[in-house]
């Protein structure tokens, strides 16, 4: 008996579409630093204000990346953000983890090399 072929949701349609699929992936890694910063407010129970102020930022760009109309975030605002509420960012690959140093007062991060 020939299986019966399943047919495609709207969704899946649309994501063979390379333009559709294109603005999705940007859209939904928005989306998804969005939610991350919100959920890591939450957690910490701070403010707009107060996380922009412990990170060295405006008020505005946490806003504009709490709503996901922020279009594109420096990794030094990434990285303050994150040290502010007590996060690191790490790079992994394979065996080698490289952190993210933020060093207040500089204008520059600071790649550092951890051991695994």
Same mark, same amino acid.
């Given at each position: 008996?020939?299986?019966?072929?399943?047919?495609? +949701?709207?969704? $899946?349609? $649309?994501? &063979?579409?390379? #333009?559709?699929?294109?603005?999705? %992936? #940007?859209?939904?890694?928005?989306?998804?630093?969005? $939610?991350?910063?919100?959920?890591?407010?939450?957690? %910490?129970?701070? @403010?707009? &204000?107060?996380?922009?102020?412990?990170?060295?930022?405006?008020?505005?760009?946490?806003?504009?990346?709490? @709503?996901?109309?922020?279009?594109?975030?420096?990794?030094?605002?990434?990285?303050?953000?994150?040290? !502010?509420?007590?996060?690191?960012?790490?790079?992994?690959?394979?065996?080698? &983890?490289?952190?993210?140093?933020?060093?207040?007062? +500089? #204008?520059?991060?600071?790649?550092?090399?951890?051991? !695994?």
């Amino acid at each position: 008996m020939p299986k019966v072929k399943k047919p495609l +949701s709207t969704f $899946e349609r $649309e994501m &063979r579409n390379t #333009k559709f699929k294109k603005a999705f %992936d #940007k859209g939904y890694k928005e989306f998804l630093l969005s $939610e991350l910063l919100i959920a890591i407010m939450d957690e %910490d129970e701070i @403010s707009v &204000r107060a996380l922009a102020k412990e990170a060295g930022l405006s008020p505005t760009i946490i806003q504009k990346i709490r @709503s996901g109309k922020q279009d594109d975030l420096k990794i030094s605002n990434f990285v303050s953000i994150a040290h !502010a509420c007590g996060y690191k960012v790490i790079l992994e690959k394979n065996d080698d &983890r490289f952190e993210i140093e933020d060093k207040k007062g +500089s #204008k520059k991060n600071i790649l550092n090399f951890v051991h !695994a």
